[in-house]
């Protein structure tokens, strides 16, 4: 470790943040508002839906925000930064106003998650934070759901994956999202004790390896543990691993409770089924079978295609490391800022790519609940002063293609929304893991199967209103016209 030690997250930022902000300090526009919404663009793992997480971390993360002395001295020292620029640092922290999902909500691509409204010097710093804890918080807890779709109410999915994650964070953070995903427990102790997320183990290779034989280690084993699941593939799983655990349980009697035996290798499927029927034989027809290795939600719906005899599964790299889309692709775009008249104007970002061009402007979003079946018709952003509750008929239409199209009516607007922070003070209460987790369950109900399939889910329809889109097509306009206008050659005069 360098010289400059201390456990400050002040720097956890990209150079370019304090570079920007230096700027509109410098040019006395630090301190105006601005308005960035946090959003992607293309729903992960090509689920149907997303589950948004990350947000106690955010909390956490915005409550501590300031800059250290030993953050200061580097970035004097080593990095060259004026004293003055240096003082005014000094003095920051969070005194913005954050809406945001709740942990748990199911999001969809193009929606804004979390808006961030603060002076353009402390939105531009903490940008870099806020996309890190977003993006692979949400990407981790929608793998997990995914997985427990396939895994289904009826069974218990646990997650392995502390030793292969992306070092100690993404474990810890990770092992809450894969909860608040819907799994059942972790293997990681540390999100038992800080989340309170339910906690399970079995035991490993090396145990049995310790004692050489399969007998002593469960026999060992059991001394200290009622409730035993032994795992059996250390040798031979049918010819040594089952039956030894079977004898051991016939040994120890009620002294035990013989959970389950795990396995960890070879053919699932057969292993499972030939297991099971030594363990039915032997009278531990309560007795659970469970596997791991290398399992995710594809090697799931195949061994269970093929009858596999197992009852819970352990999930380890697959998902903490989200193994086949490392990256949500989160994003953090400003929607308005304070011109110099003190008002908010909207700002858009264009792209040649239609998906990409941003949707200016104060906005809320609602997810239209049909009344009659409680399912989702859709989301829809509207602008901050608009009320889709007040509609008889809501028209929800594409945003790309908007002939796509119908109306809505008996229905319930939601606001995704909820106050985080106001004016820099926390005003919500953040609840437990559990609470979360229950929050996504109740969830899910809302949304037809259709989106919930894991292979080709239909698209839930994320729309905008008709001011909203009006006023993004008008944001275009003007754009176009600016553009013109610095094309015919005009002259350009710094303002000083
Ligand atoms: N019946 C099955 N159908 C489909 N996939 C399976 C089946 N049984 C196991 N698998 C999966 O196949 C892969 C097997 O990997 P691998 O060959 O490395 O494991 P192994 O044979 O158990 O050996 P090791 O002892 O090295 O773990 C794992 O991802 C496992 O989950
Ligand atoms: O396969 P994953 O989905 O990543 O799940 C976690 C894996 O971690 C353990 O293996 P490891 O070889 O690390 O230790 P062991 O000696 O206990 O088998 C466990 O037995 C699982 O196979
Ligand atoms: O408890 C287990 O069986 C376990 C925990 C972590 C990784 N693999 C297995």
């Not at 599964?313 to 949500?328: E, S, V």
């Not at 609470?435 to 894991?454: G, H, P």
């Not at 001011?467 to 000083?496: A, F, H, S, Y």
Request: aromatic share 10%; proline share 2%.
């Amino acid at each position: 470790m360098g010289k400059y030690t201390d456990d400050s997250l002040g720097l956890h930022t990209d150079l370019y943040q304090i570079n920007m902000a230096e700027t509109y300090w410098e040019d006395d526009l630090h301190n105006r508002k601005a308005v960035f919404e946090i959003f992607f663009r293309k729903m992960p793992f090509g689920n149907g839906y997303a589950v948004f997480a990350g947000l106690e971390r955010m909390i956490e993360y915005l409550n501590e925000f300031k800059f250290t002395k030993s953050d200061l001295d580097y970035l004097k020292e080593e990095v060259g930064y004026g004293d003055d620029f240096i003082e005014y640092l000094s003095t920051m922290k969070f005194t913005g106003t954050i809406r945001s999902m709740r942990e748990g909500e199911l999001v969809f691509a193009n929606e804004p998650l979390v808006r961030i409204e603060a002076t353009l010097a402390e939105a531009q710093i903490i940008e870099t934070a806020l996309l890190n804890i977003v993006n692979f918080q949400t990407l981790i807890a929608t793998k997990a759901s995914r997985i427990k779709q396939v895994i289904g109410d009826g069974q218990v999915a646990m997650e392995f994956g502390t030793r292969r994650a992306q070092e100690i964070d993404a474990a810890v953070w990770g092992a809450r999202a894969a909860y608040i995903g819907g799994f059942e427990a972790t293997s990681n102790v540390l999100a038992g004790k800080l989340f309170g997320v339910p906690v399970s183990g079995t035991h490993a290779h090396s145990l049995v390896q310790a004692y050489k034989d399969e007998y002593t280690a469960f026999h060992k084993y059991a001394r200290r543990h009622k409730d035993c699941v032994f795992l059996v593939d250390t040798y031979d799983t049918l010819k040594s691993g089952v039956p030894t655990a079977i004898k051991v349980a016939k040994e120890l009697g009620d002294k035990i409770n013989f959970v389950a035996i795990r396995l960890d290798s070879g053919d699932l499927a057969y292993l499972s089924k030939e297991a099971r029927k030594m363990l039915d034989e032997a009278g531990f027809t309560d007795t659970k079978i469970v596997a791991s290795n290398d399992l995710d939600e594809y090697t799931i719906i195949n061994l269970k295609q093929q009858g596999a005899k197992i009852d819970s599964w352990g999930i380890g790299t697959k998902l903490i490391t989200a193994y086949d889309q490392p990256a949500l692709g989160a994003v953090y775009k400003l929607v308005a800022i304070e011109d110099d008249n003190g008002e908010l104007v909207d700002t858009i970002k264009i792209s040649g790519n239609p998906e990409k061009v941003t949707t200016p402007g104060l906005k809320k979003i609602y997810r239209i609940i049909n009344v009659r079946n409680k399912k989702s018709e859709g989301d829809y952003i509207a602008m901050e002063d608009e009320n889709p509750q007040d509609e008889k008929r809501l028209k929800m239409f594409h945003p790309i293609h908007t002939f796509i199209s119908k109306y809505v009516t008996n229905f319930e607007a939601k606001e995704l929304h909820h106050d985080i922070f106001v004016n820099g003070k926390l005003v919500y209460e953040v609840p437990t893991a559990k609470e979360i987790q229950q929050y996504t369950k109740e969830n899910m109900a809302v949304l037809w199967d259709e989106y919930k399939r894991s292979l080709n889910p239909a698209e839930y329809p994320v729309d905008l209103s008709q001011k909203c889109w009006d006023n993004k097509m008008e944001n275009i306009e003007e754009v176009k016209r600016r553009v013109e206008e610095m094309g015919k050659g005009e002259d350009q005069t710094l303002q000083q």
